[in-house]
């Protein structure tokens, strides 16, 4: 037997619960584009974005660590695959959709800059007069234009839905803009359930990599709730930190954090009375959501962590480096376009031209940037 979309869809109904959505009831796509066979619309949207030049690049973009400092800290890309698996956990506990979560995990950070939060802060300001930059418009501009994979139309073509979870995105770092989505709605359960599971991995693997550079302390740590919390859990209380005891108290932070979201979101849902998508997306707060406890321990790590990890100096020596870097490429590139590869002066000439030397930038790698940067501002460097 050969499970046919049809098929699919009737199965997603019956596992889904009533405010989990449905691929059948997607607004569908701006332009025409025939469902497939095989998979649902939801699960041909994560194939699409899986395969963008976008998401590759990924694996070379950084989110604290620069590139130089090693192969072993999380990436975008490495961070998007953990944001997906914690959504899709997330997403089967509650009976939402995880194709759509899935989908709008795997695309939430496609448009982040080479350099991290460093990068998209130094593109901000250059882009002020120019209207501005933010890597959730970015995403949505990488999908909707930029990628160039089919010959009826730009971009991917993706669900309504898998957009309005992209310009939904909302953590403590992510303010969304969703306009021409909605904006008198909420995110749908499977946004919201997106935006819960960024933050859960971005604390607990900035944790686990601050740890491991050595830029934490565990003395320091002692004063945390969280930390103590987390020692009691495993059984664990000594001055030196092994690499096998790091791992446990990082998988128990996921679980303990997953675990409080499902009783936490339980309860939201209960109280809202939804009993449908629409429903959910009206009702007046987010449904996904932590315990006051947990919302105040996690406070305190992301303070602490803001204090002697973002702000550790060769953090901030790195992040001042990267700005630079890439006020440098914006600078020479805008002063001089001929200097751009010729695709790129084409489009400079035919579209806005700062915006298009923005997406150039943004669309590079740590390591292509710093590359680019050693090409044109090294006299001995190859050009």
């Known amino acids: 037997m050969i499970y046919l979309r049809e098929i699919l869809e009737d199965l997603e109904n019956k596992r889904l619960a009533p405010y989990g959505f449905r691929s059948r009831d997607s607004k569908g ?53 953990e944001v997906a698996q914690i959504g899709r956990t997330i997403a089967r506990a509650l009976g939402a959709n995880e194709d759509l979560v899935e989908a709008i995990c795997l695309a939430h950070d496609l ?8 990068g998209e802060h130094a593109l901000s300001e250059l882009m002020s007069d120019h209207g501005g930059f933010d890597h959730n418009r970015q995403s949505l501009r990488i999908v909707t234009t930029l990628e160039r994979r089919f010959p009826q139309f730009p971009g991917l073509n993706l669900t309504y839905e898998v957009r309005e979870g992209m310009v939904k995105h909302e953590t ?18 499977e946004a919201q359930i997106a935006n819960v599971a960024d933050e859960t991995a971005y604390t607990a693997h900035d944790l686990d990599d601050g740890l491991r550079s050595g830029l934490l302390k565990i003395n320091q740590l002692q004063e945390l709730t969280l930390w103590q919390k987390l020692k009691e859990i495993i059984g ?9 005891i790091r791992h446990q108290i990082i998988r128990r932070l996921i679980g303990i954090e997953i675990s409080d979201v499902l009783e936490s979101t339980v309860l939201a849902l209960e109280t809202s009375g939804a009993q449908s998508v629409d ?7 987010n449904v996904v959501v932590q315990s006051e406890s947990f919302i105040k321990m996690n406070h305190e790590l ?39 590869p ?42």
């Open 29 to 81: 796509r701006e332009y025409p584009d025939p469902e497939r066979e095989y998979r649902t619309a939801f699960q041909r949207d994560r194939d699409r974005i899986i395969h963008t030049t976008a998401f590759r690049r990924l694996e070379y973009k950084t989110q604290v660590f620069v590139i130089t400092e090693g192969d072993y800290y999380r990436t975008r890309l490495t961070h998007t695959l």
């Open 111 to 118: 448009g982040h800059t080479p350099f991290g939060h460093a």
């Open 172 to 189: 403590a770092y992510d303010i969304s803009d969703a306009q021409g989505y909605d904006p008198e709605k909420r995110g749908n359960l």
């Open 236 to 244: 664990w209380d000594a001055d030196e930190l092994d690499d096998i």
């Open 279 to 285: 429903e959910l997306q009206l009702h007046k707060e």
């Open 302 to 340: 992301k303070d602490f962590l803001f204090a002697n990890m973002y702000r550790h100096f060769r953090v901030y020596r790195m992040q001042i480096k990267a700005e630079h870097i890439l006020q440098n490429l914006f600078n020479a590139y805008t002063e001089n376009p001929g200097i751009l």
């Open 342 to 383: 010729a695709e790129v002066q084409e489009r400079a000439k035919n579209g806005e031209f700062h915006r298009v030397i923005c997406d150039y930038i943004a669309g590079m790698t740590d390591r292509f940037a710093l590359d680019e940067h050693s090409r044109l501002f090294d006299p001995q460097a190859a050009l």
